[in-house]
């Protein structure tokens, strides 16, 4: 079994649309970590009816972001568990504000994250994604909304990591196993 000293701990960030759960996912497999999604702890949460579900459940129906401290004790708990403790994550949708993220820095002080991914779709090519997946929520107007709120609550964080000196901030256009092959060397070349 890999011990703590060869986990592997990393943060993704990026707009709807840029890919991210996937690549979150084909990350996680390929160095053996958990993939951890806080929208699907949640959706799933709300399938199973738990006190969690109940509580998020108008929230994510209105597209709006649930409560910090109660995401907050969620990740806390979720990377408190044993696979998560000695593999490391892959953290998906988590931290998603300021407030988040300081709490992440200091329940991580003792072994902290090895980088902070920016999966960098532009606007403009994620608004086609989205319209052409054609959803029933996926209105320009809605669409637009939902970006709008990326930007504000997303940007400080990146600005965050930045200064930390963890941002890594990878190009997410093109084919799904080009950018695989980008994330993969770009986490590779963060756990030195
Ligand atoms: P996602 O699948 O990451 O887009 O998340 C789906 C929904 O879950 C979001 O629109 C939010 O309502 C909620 N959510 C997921 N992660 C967080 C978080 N870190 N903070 C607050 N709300 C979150």
Redesign the pocket.
Known sequence: MSGVSDSVRVIVFGR?GAGK?TQCARVAAHFGVPHV????I??DAIARDTLLGRA?RS??DG????E?SL?ISLVQGRLGEQDARTRGYVL??????LV?AVAFDEMTAARPAHCAVDLEVPRDVVVARLLARRREDDTPEAINHRLDLYEAQTSPLIEHYRRLGRLRVVDGVGTQDEVFERVRATVAASLG
């Open positions: 709807q759960g999604s806080t929208g699907e949640l959706r998020a929230v994510l597209g709006g972001l649930v910090d995401m998906d949708g988590f931290p998603r504000t988040q």
